[in-house]
């Protein structure tokens, strides 16, 4: 795949998007090719030669007219391909919302991420809720639902490795979601201009074992971080 060639893919959705950039850019990129091919090639044949007098055609001839419909018919065939795919990847990511192992609040504002993550009892609005700023912890191979919103201006949870882009919309609250598939530490970006900080509102989504997150979890919430406050 091209995109996986130059971004990694970390979430279950991210290779059907993959595939549908794929399938764009063949569908979209060989027409061009040859249409591009063949304008360049006409230019060249048919230019004007000394002594010989050029030939006006209406482009309503039969002859000339029956090389532009046969070329409708793939063009239409690619375009159905194309709409069929999108729908069906954009049903999947976008209006399909699977069951969720945990589910964690993005909160936009100007210019920084904030990020709250259920606590040991793995409930979100709870006591022992962990809150970050700029960094997001998951868990590989969890599916979480997200609970995205903005303080202020419109922005955008954009995390390229998962392929996944949301407005955020002051006074609403969308939910969405995602499941890791790679461990590792992935950008995520602010993709909507929100002002004269956006290019200053990078944030990290850090995606770690199922062992490993439990750890993290257990040693950030509140409790334990009063406890070794007093020791």
Known sequence: MILESLLPSASTYAGDIDRLFDVITLLVGIPFLVASYLFFAFIFRFKAKDGKKSM???GTEHQYMKWIHRAHVPILVF?????????????DVKQNLPEANSTVRVIAQQWAWTFVHPGPDNVLDTADDITTINEL????????HYKLEAKDVLHNFSVPAFRLKQDAIPGRIITGWFEPTMAGTFDIQCAEICG??????????IIEGAEQHAAWVEANSPLA?????NQ
């Open 56 to 58: 006006y055609i209406t």
């Open 79 to 91: 375009d159905v391909i194309i709409v069929v795919m999108a729908v069906r990847v954009w049903y």
């Open 137 to 144: 912890h998951v868990a590989k191979d969890t599916l979480y």
């Open 196 to 205: 004269i900080g956006h290019g200053l509102m990078p944030a990290k989504i």
């Open 225 to 229: 971080l009063t406890v070794a406050a």
